[in-house]
């Protein structure tokens, strides 16, 4: 069965082998233990797990040894060519998902507990399909359910929950959240979304922007609205695989300045903008997202005052030119920061783009597991 796969950035024929208000992230937060995943499964049956170290890949004291992340929190704990192995693995995967083959089963007989601070239909229902097609069985776990951090301290979940599962999934609000429950847990983390970054949902785009641009490097990616979680995500990524990437928002709703020095200094362009329609100009992929965020809605009114000229329609994507997709993580407020005319038209990806969400996952976890 021949599938699309990846080499260097660009999409190339292959054959699979089987049938928000941001927060300021520190630059060195704590987190998680870099382990391997038989090592991880390990300690989920009772072995002692090694010690606590920086969420990036931490350099090694033995000569050639190399240790890589326990967790997927952000996308620049990784290198370039992990992430286009995932996203490799992602298209491959998804070939054999759409072909009907259910043979592939690598988590039969493993557990994933999801933990939902902030509900979310896309999140939930997608990692909870992926793993489930993939043999495993994956635990809800809504906000009333664990109140962690006030019913129950985060590294007591953490480690509880290790006990019972293969890896945990987090939605959470506060970034230090995630942190804390990477550094505890002695199974794999990945961050489902915290109010700093969503590097699942980059991914996904990043999987989107291969299959319909044919490439993420050397592209001019373009968001348009609130410097948010999705921004500094995109901004990780560049830090990651260079490439052309524009905020353009409001005065007093940047992105992160600390996010933005790492994106620029890993060698991407990247340009913070008052001006969409100068922004848009040449673009490849035109991005938005709501303008108020869960846990903002009490600012929604006066966003959308502030946001005025900043809704991406079918005027602004005909400046964008010929070539741009448009791109929106959702949910949309149709009518707000995008037009129905923008979100339904032949050049918008948007339904390809949640679809994908699925198999970046998957991916992610068959790589954090090691399967």
Same mark, same amino acid.
């Given at each position: 069965m021949a599938a699309a796969a990846i080499s260097g950035g660009h999409l190339v024929l292959s054959t699979p082998a089987s049938t928000r208000r941001p927060q300021s992230l520190p630059l060195h937060p704590p987190s998680a233990r870099p382990i391997a995943a038989s090592s991880a499964s390990a300690a989920r049956h009772g072995v002692a797990a090694a010690a606590v170290?920086?969420?990036?890949?931490?350099?090694?004291?033995?000569?050639?040894?190399?240790? @890589?992340p326990k967790d997927f929190l952000h996308?620049?704990?990784?290198?370039?060519?992990?992430? =286009?192995k995932i996203l490799n693995r992602a298209i491959e995967v998804k070939a054999m998902i759409k072909s009907g083959d259910r043979s592939f089963q690598p988590f039969k007989g493993k557990s994933m507990a999801m933990i939902f601070a902030k509900p979310s239909m896309r999140t939930r229902v997608s990692f909870e399909t992926g793993f489930f097609l993939l043999g495993g069985h994956a635990v809800y776990l809504g906000p009333d359910d664990i109140q962690m951090g006030k019913r129950e301290e985060?590294?007591?979940?953490? !480690?509880? @929950?290790?006990? &019972? /599962?293969?890896?945990? =999934?987090? !939605? %959470?609000?506060? *970034?230090?959240?995630?942190?804390?429950?990477?550094? &505890?847990?002695?199974?794999? %983390?990945?961050?489902?979304?915290t109010d700093? /970054? *969503?590097?699942?949902?980059? =991914?996904?785009?990043?999987?989107?922007?291969?299959? *319909?641009?044919? !490439?993420?490097?050397?592209?001019?990616v373009v968001y348009v609205g609130d410097g948010?979680?999705?921004? *500094?995500?995109? @901004?990780?990524?560049?830090? %990651?695989?260079p490439f052309h990437f524009?905020?353009?928002?409001?005065?007093?709703f940047e992105p992160d300045a600390k996010t933005v020095e790492i994106a620029r200094s890993a060698g991407s362009k990247i340009e913070i903008t008052n001006d969409p329609k100068e922004a848009v100009k040449g673009a490849d992929v035109v991005y938005t997202d709501v303008w108020a965020s869960m846990g903002q809605k009490e600012e929604a009114e006066y966003r959308k005052k502030v946001f005025q000229g900043f809704m991406v329609d079918e005027a602004l994507m005909e400046m964008a030119g010929p070539k741009a997709f448009l791109m929106h993580c959702l949910p949309a407020e149709r009518g707000v920061e995008v037009t129905d005319g923008a979100i339904e038209a032949p050049n918008s990806i948007v339904f390809p783009q949640a679809e994908n969400r699925m198999h970046a996952q998957n991916a992610i976890m068959l790589h954090m597991l090691g399967a």
């Amino acid at each position: 069965m021949a599938a699309a796969a990846i080499s260097g950035g660009h999409l190339v024929l292959s054959t699979p082998a089987s049938t928000r208000r941001p927060q300021s992230l520190p630059l060195h937060p704590p987190s998680a233990r870099p382990i391997a995943a038989s090592s991880a499964s390990a300690a989920r049956h009772g072995v002692a797990a090694a010690a606590v170290s920086s969420p990036a890949a931490v350099p090694s004291t033995g000569k050639d040894a190399k240790q @890589l992340p326990k967790d997927f929190l952000h996308i620049n704990d990784f290198d370039k060519d992990t992430i =286009m192995k995932i996203l490799n693995r992602a298209i491959e995967v998804k070939a054999m998902i759409k072909s009907g083959d259910r043979s592939f089963q690598p988590f039969k007989g493993k557990s994933m507990a999801m933990i939902f601070a902030k509900p979310s239909m896309r999140t939930r229902v997608s990692f909870e399909t992926g793993f489930f097609l993939l043999g495993g069985h994956a635990v809800y776990l809504g906000p009333d359910d664990i109140q962690m951090g006030k019913r129950e301290e985060t590294r007591d979940v953490a !480690r509880v @929950l290790s006990g &019972y /599962n293969d890896i945990i =999934m987090a !939605r %959470v609000f506060a *970034h230090q959240d995630i942190l804390d429950l990477a550094k &505890y847990a002695p199974v794999p %983390v990945i961050n489902g979304l915290t109010d700093y /970054n *969503h590097p699942c949902q980059i =991914m996904a785009d990043a999987l989107t922007m291969l299959e *319909h641009v044919g !490439r993420i490097e050397n592209t001019k990616v373009v968001y348009v609205g609130d410097g948010n979680n999705i921004v *500094h995500s995109w @901004l990780l990524l560049a830090a %990651v695989i260079p490439f052309h990437f524009v905020c353009a928002c409001p005065k007093g709703f940047e992105p992160d300045a600390k996010t933005v020095e790492i994106a620029r200094s890993a060698g991407s362009k990247i340009e913070i903008t008052n001006d969409p329609k100068e922004a848009v100009k040449g673009a490849d992929v035109v991005y938005t997202d709501v303008w108020a965020s869960m846990g903002q809605k009490e600012e929604a009114e006066y966003r959308k005052k502030v946001f005025q000229g900043f809704m991406v329609d079918e005027a602004l994507m005909e400046m964008a030119g010929p070539k741009a997709f448009l791109m929106h993580c959702l949910p949309a407020e149709r009518g707000v920061e995008v037009t129905d005319g923008a979100i339904e038209a032949p050049n918008s990806i948007v339904f390809p783009q949640a679809e994908n969400r699925m198999h970046a996952q998957n991916a992610i976890m068959l790589h954090m597991l090691g399967a």
